[in-house]
């Protein structure tokens, strides 16, 4: 079965840059996550979107921004990267009728 | 708002003993209970799922866990501990209605002593 697809899994920075990365979840499941692992710790919540809308708004810093595009991938768009921003970060998707979030294999940013 | 509670940021058991991570949750409406473990870089990897049928719920890799509204827990046990065993288990709650996101609690190491 297809699962959530992220990409890319592995990203250098330097500071001050931009990073995107990508989130292609399974087909008929139109609700996006997108959560920040840093390292050591537990997965924080960013950033939600339902029906290319947003829908919900965690602990996002105003230099990342996301969307939802018509065939439902999402893409986070990471601005003056910090080294606080090196973390493993999870898109995550569900969809009518499920209870759980099926998870991406994340991407692993790290800021130099 | 829905919240967890993992006591114990660290458990060693030995190899064969039982296994016993402790979560317990908070929530204004009935949730959705998961556990995940997460391997050394790797993702997450959904155990279990409670999602309001038995309350004792089986998963993979021999672990189950049991829903117990009295206590407002939902801790993940198994009987004999494996080396494979040794990862970080998180904890996760939702609400049962909305798309609304998963809230992870701060994990629990599990180490296992051979």
């Known amino acids: 079965a297809a699962g959530v697809i992220q990409s890319p899994r592995h990203l250098i920075k330097e500071k001050r840059e931009t990073a995107t990365l990508k989130c292609y979840p399974i087909p008929r499941h139109d609700t996006v996550y997108w959560y920040q692992q840093g390292p050591g710790q537990d997965p924080q919540f960013l950033i939600s979107f339902y029906e290319k809308m947003q829908s919900d708004k965690g602990s996002i810093p105003d230099r990342f921004s996301a969307q939802q595009f018509s065939d439902y991938h999402s893409e986070l768009n990471m601005s003056s990267l910090e080294l606080g921003d090196s973390a493993l970060y999870f898109c995550?998707?569900?969809?009518?009728?499920?209870?759980?979030?099926?998870f991406g294999e994340g991407s692993r940013l790290t800021v130099l | 708002a829905q919240s967890v509670t993992q006591l114990g940021s660290h458990v060693s058991v030995s190899e064969g003993a039982l296994v016993l991570l402790r979560c317990n949750y908070s929530s204004s409406v009935p949730p959705y209970l998961f556990w995940y473990v997460q391997y050394p870089n790797q993702g997450l990897q959904l155990l279990l799922k409670y999602t309001s049928a038995a309350t004792l719920v089986k998963g993979i890799n021999g672990f189950e866990a049991e829903f117990k509204k009295s206590e407002t827990s939902f801790h993940l046990t198994k009987p004999s501990a494996h080396m494979s065993d040794a990862a970080e288990y998180f904890c996760?709650?939702?609400?049962?209605?909305?798309?609304?996101?998963?809230?992870f609690g701060t994990g629990t190491r599990l180490t296992i002593i051979p």
């Open positions: 995550a998707n569900s969809g009518p009728h499920t209870g759980e979030l099926f």
């Open positions: 996760a709650v939702r609400s049962n209605f909305g798309n609304e996101k998963l809230t």
